[in-house]
């Protein structure tokens, strides 16, 4: 799957604020390294630097393409292609990691905190943010519609982004020896422009699935898609509400 980073970049004040809400509960005072996994084009992890003037700020994804975009659009810190899961195994030691809606794509991410927080310098911080929205119309209606044919064989091996109550996460980084700070936060963001839900999943959630299918039926999943999320999210005058769900979890290392 590739990422198209200038459509990811639509809502970017909505996509951004978790981050910065989530970075507001770290209190490392001066971290040598941090580490964005997961940092997209890198318009977030420039707010990292600014937090953190003196530390060395390192981006980290595994989309060369977003990559590309970081290099090009902040140039002054660090980016480099890289799997998560990979990183979780053998990266370097860091004071402080942030992974922004990252872990969701990866159905065994409860398997790789134990690796993320190896990694961690004692006395450091851990902090992640996943979308807990899964069982909204946003994606129940792409999953009732992918199960159906003539779409189903082409992406029945796609990969489908999923989370974890927030109590899960508490318990999992508790038992890794960390003091837990976990909160949910259920966002309403009034959009506006044609089909705006679609806007916003088709540069995430979706993307995938309208990837793997080929020409002729992705126009016809996309305008059926298109169809149900305006019923599902109807345009109340002052724009369409979509509530939005996340999940959010701090961990300092003993």
Known sequence: MTWDPEHYLTYAD????PFVELVRRVAAERPADVVDLGCGPGNLTRL?????????????????????????DVPDLAFEVAD?????ASGDE??????????????EHLDLLPGLVERVRPGGWIAFQVPGNFGEPSHTLRDELAA???????????????????????????????????WETTYLHVLTGEDPVFAWVSATGARPTLEALPEGLRADFEA??????????????HGVVMP??????VGRKA
């Not at 159906?148 to 890794?176: F, I, M």
């Not at 939005?244 to 979890?249: D, G, L, P």
């Open 48 to 72: 990292l630097a600014q937090r953190w003037p003196g530390a060395r700020v390192c981006g980290l994804d595994a989309s060369p393409e977003m990559v590309d975009t970081a290099q090009r």
């Open 148 to 182: 159906q044919e003539p779409y189903a064989d082409h992406v029945r091996d796609v990969a489908v982004p999923s989370s974890h109550d927030p109590e899960v996460y508490l318990a999992a980084l508790a038992g890794l020896g960390c003091q837990v700070d976990v």
């Open 224 to 237: 059926e898609y298109r169809k149900r999320l305006r019923e599902a999210y109807p345009d109340r005058g």
């Open 84 to 88: 998560l899961r990979d990183w979780a």
């Open 14 to 17: 909505e996509r951004g604020r």
């Open 244 to 249: 939005f769900r996340r999940i959010f979890a």
């Open 94 to 107: 860091v004071d402080v990691l942030v992974s922004n809606a990252t872990l969701q794509w990866l159905p």
